[in-house]
């Protein structure tokens, strides 16, 4: 156990439609990051928010977006989703700014888009 | 861009086998990180290699840093079941602030 929650687990949903994913760092972890992991692309990172700042943008697409909050949980919002947009979520934290530092992985939440 | 290129993508083999793999760049890495993760599930961090050269065990398993630190290999000795699942590697980029992922190896250890 990493010690990083996420929440649903699964998350099924239509065409169109909006869903947030939500993270919890492990305690101490002011650093919270969030990839996608498909099949074809494998672990793409998106964004990094440290201490409620965003830090870092990776491939976000510009329907997707997050925030950190004062308590540190995150959450990634995806709209307008497209079929392409199933793919596992990974929130990951680590305890520094850099974005380079040793990070610690939630279980996911696998994203199915019908 | 920095890239790491993770070698092979697929191995498949016996219960008992020794295995190597390989992660490579053409940047040098101020550290890089192993992970393991199983169908479903995240990535677990199995180690951390920082210094040029180092060599680090965990079990059966045993990382290597290169020298200039531009590579990485992961040796598995008498591979087992329990070892089956996508191996990452990620390097830690001297001068800028994002993690670098591999593409990965997908190990399946058959009993």
């Known amino acids: 156990d990493s010690g990083v929650t996420q929440t649903p687990k699964h998350l099924i949903t239509a065409t169109g439609q909006r869903v947030t994913l939500r993270c919890s760092p492990r305690s101490g972890d002011l650093s919270v990051y969030w990839y996608q992991q498909s099949l074809d692309q494998g672990l793409q990172f998106l964004i990094h928010?440290?201490?409620?700042?965003?830090?870092a943008k990776g491939n976000i697409l510009e329907r997707f977006s997050a925030q950190q909050f004062p308590d540190l949980h995150s959450e990634l919002n995806l709209s307008s989703l497209e079929l392409g947009d199933s793919a596992l979520y990974f929130c990951?934290?680590?305890?520094?700014?850099?974005?380079?530092?040793?990070?610690?992985f939630g279980p996911g939440t696998r994203l199915t888009v019908l | 861009t920095q890239l790491l290129e993770q070698s092979p993508q697929f191995l498949s083999i016996q219960e008992g086998e020794n295995l190597t793999v390989y992660c490579n760049s053409s940047?040098?890495?101020?550290?890089l990180q192993w992970y393991r993760q199983e169908p479903g599930e995240g990535p677990v961090l199995l180690v951390t290699v920082v210094t040029g050269g180092e060599v680090k065990k965990l079990k059966r398993l045993t990382f290597q840093f290169g020298d200039a630190r531009k590579d990485s290999s992961l040796h598995i000795t008498a591979a087992q079941p329990g070892d089956t699942g996508l191996y990452l590697c990620a390097g830690a980029p001297l001068y800028g602030n994002k993690l670098v992922f591999g593409a990965g190896t997908i190990l399946r250890v058959k009993s």
């Open positions: 990951a934290s680590s305890a520094g700014l850099a974005g380079s530092n040793e990070q610690f």
């Open positions: 940047s040098v890495f101020s550290s």
């Open positions: 928010y440290y201490n409620g700042e965003e830090r």
